[in-house]
């Protein structure tokens, strides 16, 4: 019954225990463990004692090196989830570091390739905008960067982002007239034709001539 109920513990509450775990341990404790930690190679709990840092001790100069640490570690870890979570909380609190062209290139690459790889297998209406709404987080990231950081190594590699963007969406939109099309509503289908070739005015020719023909159809 006690090995039962400890599994049950495990399960549900591991994170919070983990963290409960390291609420008293004095600062000193925590940097020191989470750098040892990190240096064997153990990541995964490197981790917890540097989140440990930022949650306990809020107002310390640690946790800024801390949050960095974080997002090197999840970076390698390819735990995207928890880069995301980390560095929207880092550029909330240091929203002028000088340095988080990396992390702004680094979150714009998730959403970028999260939409690649599911607009690919699903072509449905209803999960074709829902990736749009990914790749226009992508989007703003690289927007930011060219922006705000003209002398970046991410520059020129995001400008490249935002013009491919521009013909992703396009087609997107492209796609969902012919949708709409294929379901004989031609209304949807030129509605969506106009406001591609408004919104998008540089895309290639064949994707305007395509909008143009789905109109004439009107």
Not at 19 to 25: A, F, G, I, P, T
Not at 109 to 119: G, V
Not at 133 to 148: E, G, P, R, S
Not at 191 to 205: E, I, M, T
Request: charged residues 30%; hydrophobic residues 35%; glycine residues 2%.
């Amino acid at each position: 019954m006690k090995i039962l109920v400890l599994c049950l513990l495990l399960l549900t509450g591991c994170a919070d225990m983990l963290v409960s775990e390291n609420e008293d341990k004095p600062l000193s404790y925590l940097t020191k463990e989470a750098k040892s930690l990190y240096k064997m190679g153990q990541l995964k709990s490197s981790a917890q004692m540097y989140e440990a840092i930022e949650i306990n001790y809020p107002a310390s100069k640690e946790v800024k090196p801390a949050m960095k640490r974080l997002l090197s570690i999840y970076k390698r870890l390819s735990d995207e989830e928890s880069f995301l979570d980390v560095s929207e909380r880092y550029l909330v609190r240091y929203p002028n570091e000088r340095t988080s062209d990396e992390i702004y290139w680094l979150r714009a690459e998730y959403s970028f390739k999260k939409y690649q790889s599911k607009y690919r297998k699903y072509l449905m209406l209803g999960q074709a905008d829902h990736d749009k709404k990914v790749l226009n987080t992508a989007k703003l990231d690289y927007q930011y960067i060219v922006h705000n950081f003209k002398h970046s190594n991410y520059y020129s590699k995001a400008k490249q982002r935002l013009s491919s963007i521009e013909g992703l969406m396009a087609s997107h939109d492209l796609a969902i007239a012919e949708f709409y099309l294929n379901k004989n509503n031609k209304k949807a289908a030129i509605q969506r034709a106009r406001n591609l070739l408004k919104v998008y005015p540089k895309v290639s020719k064949d994707i305007r001539q395509r909008a143009k023909d789905i109109i004439d159809q009107g």
